[in-house]
């Protein structure tokens, strides 16, 4: 069963290739736009950011893989099974992403500082995503039931995770299909963590379960209302 410890040094692999990958970003980013003259080079903004989330995203996904291989070696589960790793972004997301991203830089008063927080926001996400989906593809191929959740970690979680955290380890793609369960918005912590069944959840669910009841009590059921009012009474985005 993952503890809380699990999730908290997984997250910490996570984060240090987010870190390395948006510090080579940075760097590049700098000497592009010092050697900047005439128009500035999307293509070739692209083109380095597709290569940059296939390389640390690779990583990210071999880490999740590992991860989930590990926690099903010390979980209650018959049979064998290996987790199955998902591939990088695919080269077109990745190129669509830096292309909104570099937005800031045509307006009328073109910010590079807006421009380069885009453009890391992305690809903090797109670096975590095939790790991401590595769970959740796991999940559905384990023969053993499996379900994960979305732990929330950090310093702030916002309401759409909290909504999602609140309803422990259901997710599965039979649950997760159409539905909001497998997007994350830029610079999102929160970590997708198998659950085996007859385990718990390494957090406090029903806390969540709580929150999110309290907001519905008052707004009722849309759900869109419900996040307003959890923004609200828990003072967060
Ligand atoms: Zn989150």
């Not at 071999?62 to 290996?82: I, K, M, N, P």
């Not at 591939?87 to 830089?105: C, K, N, S």
């Not at 970690?153 to 995770?161: L, M, V």
């Amino acid at each position: 069963m993952a503890t809380p410890a699990d999730v908290a040094a997984f997250r910490a692999t996570q984060t240090d290739l987010v870190t390395v990958a948006l510090a080579e970003l940075a760097e590049w980013w700098e000497q592009l736009l010092a050697l900047l003259t005439g128009d500035v080079p999307v293509a070739q903004i692209e083109a380095f950011t597709a290569d940059l989330v296939a390389v640390y995203g690779d990583a990210a996904a071999l880490a999740a893989g590992d991860w989930y291989d590990e926690l099903r070696e010390h979980a209650d589960v018959s049979g064998r099974f290996r987790a199955r790793m998902a591939d990088p972004a695919p080269q077109g997301q990745a190129e669509a992403v830096a292309r909104w991203a570099v937005g800031p830089l045509f307006g009328a008063q073109p910010d590079q500082h807006a421009a380069l927080e885009h453009l890391s926001g992305g690809v903090q996400r797109l670096v975590l995503q095939p790790a991401r989906q590595t769970i959740a593809d796991s999940v559905d191929a384990d023969p053993a039931d499996a379900r994960w959740a979305r732990v929330p970690s950090g310093r702030t979680t916002c309401a759409f995770c909290r909504l999602l955290a609140s309803r422990g380890a259901v997710y599965h793609s039979e649950e997760t299909a159409g539905g909001l369960a497998n997007g994350y918005h830029g610079r999102c912590d929160c970590v997708p963590t198998p659950v085996w069944p007859g385990e718990q959840e390494p957090y406090d669910v029903d806390a969540f379960l709580e929150e999110y009841e309290a907001a519905r009590a008052k707004a009722g059921g849309d759900p869109n209302a419900i996040l307003a009012q959890m923004r609200l009474d828990l003072g967060i985005n």
